[in-house]
C-alpha cells in the first residue's frame, strides 16, 4: 500500500492487520455464509478495496448506512464540514448462493394503502401493451407492465386494479401495511447503545436485524472484534451458536459479565440458556512480545529476534522463581530440586519436546523436571508421564499463565503456574440422550496449594487457611 496516501507506517498496518484477520475470517466462512464489517469514513473507503480484493468484487453484496453517535457541535462555532452521520456496514459473500432473509421492518405508524402506477417496471418486454375496458395501454419507453395481462385482469376483477381517468394510466392498489421493506438506508434504527460502558457498543437493534438477515436459528455466527459482546449476547436471545473474540482484556471482562446477565434474563423468562466458556489463548500478547509489532513479520532481525526468545526464557524464570542453568538443550532452570524445561514459544509442547526432555534428564540423572508451556498437545496425557515414572524421572506439566506480561505481577511474585488439568470422559448416548461420565480428572496443584489436602479438616470442605 502507498506510503503517501497512508502516512508512514500507522495506517498500513492497521489495515494489513485487518487484511491477515479477514483473509482467516473467509476461509473459516461457510460457503452460504455472509460476512458484514462496520467501519467509519475514516477507513471505509480503503476497506471496501481490500474487502472487493479479498471477497471478489463480484461478491460484494450491499452498503448499508447506519447511525454515528453525532458530536454537540457549540452554537458558538461555526461548522467548516458537515457533521458525520452515518456509518457503514459493508456485505459480502463467498459466493451468490449466500443466506439472505428478506427482512422487513416495523413502521411507526400503519400506512394507509394507495393506488401506485403499473406500468413503470424497468426495461423492456415483448409485447408492451396490456388490454383494459376495451382499450389498449403502452408503458411509457423503457419501461414494462408489472402485471401479465392475465394477473392485470385477475386483479381488475378483484377491484384492486384500475385506469386513472386523469393521466390515463393503469394502476394497481398497494395494500396498508404495518411494516415495510429493509432497503440499505438502517438509519431508523440506532447504531450504538451505551449499556455497558463500553467504547463503540453496537446497538442489539442494530446486531438483531444483522443476524435476522444473515442466519437462521442454530446456525453459527462468528465476531472477531466482539468489543462489549453484542453479537455475543444477541445471538444467545435469537438462539444463534456464537464465537467471539477479541484482543482487549476490558472487552473480555464486559462480554462475560453481560453474558452472565443474558442468561439469568433468559432463564427468568423461561428461555432456554446455555453454557459458554471463556478461553484466554494468548496469543496476541505473545506476538506482541516476541515481534515488534501485531505482524508476524521480517521486520525483526534473527538476531533481534534471539535476544527476544533469551530474554522472554529469563521473564518466565523470575516468574516462576527458578535460577537460570546452562549446558543444557532443552533445560532452561532449577527450582530447588526440579529441573525446568520451557517449551516452544509460538508452538504448543509436542511429544517430540518431551522426548527430548526425557531423554536429556535421563542422560544426566535427573529425576524431577517441569515442562513449562502455553499449550500442550492432546496426547500428553498420563502415559507419557506415566512411562517416564517408570524410568526414575517425574515429569510435570505446567501452564505459563498469560500474567507473565504483566511486568507489575512477575514483581510481586503473583503469577501462578498451575499444574495443566486434564479430564477424562465416556460418552454413553442412548437414543437421543447423550450422557457424559467423567473417569478421571487432574485438578490444578501449584506450589502454594501444593498441601492443600492437608490444610482441609476432616469431613469439612473448606480450607482451615
Ligand atoms: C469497534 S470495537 C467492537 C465493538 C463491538 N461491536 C461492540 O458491540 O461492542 C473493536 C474491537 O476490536 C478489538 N480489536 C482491535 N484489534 C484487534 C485484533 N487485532 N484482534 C482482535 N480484536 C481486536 C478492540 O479491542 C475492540 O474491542
Not at 378 to 397: C, D, H, V, W
Not at 399 to 422: C, L, R, S, T
Request: positive net charge; aromatic residues 12%.
Amino acid at each position: 500500500m502507498h506510503t503517501e496516501i497512508f502516512g508512514e507506517n500507522k495506517e498500513i498496518v492497521f489495515l494489513q492487520m485487518l487484511y491477515e484477520r479477514i483473509l482467516i475470517m473467509k476461509d473459516l466462512l461457510k460457503d452460504d455464509g455472509v460476512f458484514v464489517l462496520r467501519i467509519d469514513h475514516h477507513w471505509g473507503h480503503y476497506v471496501k478495496i481490500i474487502l472487493d480484493d479479498i471477497f471478489g468484487k463480484e461478491n460484494f453484496r450491499n452498503e448499508i448506512f447506519i447511525n454515528r453517535t453525532k458530536k454537540n457541535p457549540q452554537k458558538n462555532v461555526k461548522q467548516r464540514m458537515l457533521t458525520t452521520s452515518i456509518e457503514t456496514l459493508f456485505i459480502y459473500s463467498l459466493t451468490d448462493q449466500f443466506y439472505y432473509e428478506d427482512t422487513s421492518f416495523k413502521l411507526k405508524e400503519m400506512r394507509e394503502g394507495y393506488w401506485r402506477a403499473a406500468d413503470d417496471s424497468a426495461g423492456d418486454r415483448y409485447p408492451p401493451e396490456r388490454k383494459l375496458e376495451g382499450k389498449t395501454f403502452f408503458p411509457p419507453k423503457g419501461n414494462h407492465f408489472q402485471f401479465s395481462q392475465e394477473n392485470l385482469e385477475k386483479k381488475y376483477n378483484e377491484g384492486k386494479v384500475r385506469i386513472n381517468q386523469k393521466t390515463n394510466r393503469i394502476q394497481y392498489y398497494v395494500e396498508p401495511s404495518s411494516t415495510g421493506l429493509l432497503d440499505t438506508n438502517w438509519t431508523d434504527i440506532p447504531g450504538y447503545a451505551f449499556s455497558t460502558g463500553y467504547p463503540t457498543e453496537n446497538h442489539e437493534k442494530l446486531l438483531e436485524r444483522v443476524i435476522n438477515a444473515c442466519s437462521k436459528e442454530g446456525d453459527l455466527v462468528c465476531d472477531f472484534f466482539s468489543g462489549s459482546g453484542t453479537t455475543a449476547t444477541v445471538c444467545e436471545k435469537l438462539n444463534r451458536k456464537w464465537i467471539a473474540s477479541d484482543i482487549g482484556k476490558f472487552s473480555v471482562h464486559t462480554t462475560r459479565k453481560r453474558l452472565i446477565e443474558t442468561q439469568r434474563f433468559l432463564k427468568k423468562t423461561k428461555k432456554n440458556w446455555r453454557a459458554f466458556e471463556v478461553l484466554n489463548i494468548g496469543k496476541y500478547q505473545i506476538e506482541h512480545y516476541i515481534n515488534d509489532s501485531y505482524r508476524g513479520d521480517d521486520r525483526s532481525s534473527n538476531s533481534d529476534q534471539k535476544i527476544k526468545e533469551i530474554k522472554f526464557v529469563g521473564l518466565i524464570l523470575e516468574a516462576f522463581e527458578a535460577s537460570k542453568v546452562d549446558g543444557f538443550r532443552t533445560i532452561h532452570g532449577k527450582k530447588n530440586d526440579t529441573f525446568v524445561s520451557i517449551g516452544p514459544i509460538n508452538q504448543q509442547v509436542s511429544r517430540l519436546h518431551v522426548e527430548e526432555v526425557i531423554s536429556e534428564c535421563l542422560k544426566n540423572k535427573i529425576t524431577n523436571v517441569d515442562i513449562l508451556g502455553f499449550e500442550y498437545e492432546m496426547n500428553l496425557f498420563p502415559t507419557i508421564q506415566e512411562e517416564a515414572k517408570s524410568k526414575g524421572l517425574r515429569l510435570r506439566y505446567k501452564q505459563i499463565p498469560i500474567d507473565i506480561f504483566n511486568y507489575k505481577a512477575v514483581k510481586n511474585g503473583d503469577v501462578i503456574f498451575h499444574e495443566v488439568a486434564a479430564i477424562e470422559f465416556k460418552p454413553h448416548i442412548k437414543n437421543k440422550f447423550v450422557q457424559i461420565q467423567l473417569t478421571d480428572f487432574a485438578v490444578f496443584y501449584n506450589e502454594d496449594n501444593y498441601k492443600i489436602d492437608e490444610n482441609l479438616r476432616n469431613g469439612s470442605k473448606k480450607n482451615n487457611n
